[in-house]
């Protein structure tokens, strides 16, 4: 959205996996976040977070703010695709980050 200042979605790798943090838009204060992970091919994922309206709530442009622990990586390159999407009309979905993330080794 043009002029609303957000967290840029990051990525941090630890031993064993990497922390995801980032913020969602949502056009008003009812919306309810969940993430689910899969494994596109071997040391690829796509974390996609989904923004899903739950009803009621102030009509104000809100930043969710998320944080995601991937763990149980072993260690290596892994490509992150991390998605947002919001469910509600007009619905979207967006590809916000895709870096290469390096796990270390224990």
């Known amino acids: ?13 630890h031993t064993g996996g990497m922390l ?3 913020a969602v838009s949502t056009p008003t204060t009812s919306y309810v976040l969940s993430g689910t992970v899969r494994t596109v091919r071997s040391h690829s994922l796509e ?4 923004a899903a309206d739950s009803g009621g709530g102030l009509p104000f ?5 998320y944080q995601a ?10 490509e ?3 998605i947002h999407t919001v469910t509600s ?3 979207h979905r ?5 870096r290469i993330v390096q796990v270390p080794a224990p």
């Open 47 to 50: 974390l996609e977070i989904t």
């Open 80 to 82: 992150l695709s991390v």
């Open 1 to 13: 959205m043009v002029g609303l200042p957000t967290i840029a979605t990051a990525a941090r790798p």
């Open 20 to 22: 995801v943090t980032g």
């Open 61 to 65: 442009i809100v930043q969710n703010y």
């Open 89 to 91: 009309p007009p619905a």
């Open 94 to 98: 967006e590809e916000v980050y895709h």
């Open 69 to 78: 622990d991937l763990s149980a990586l072993g260690p290596g390159a892994y």
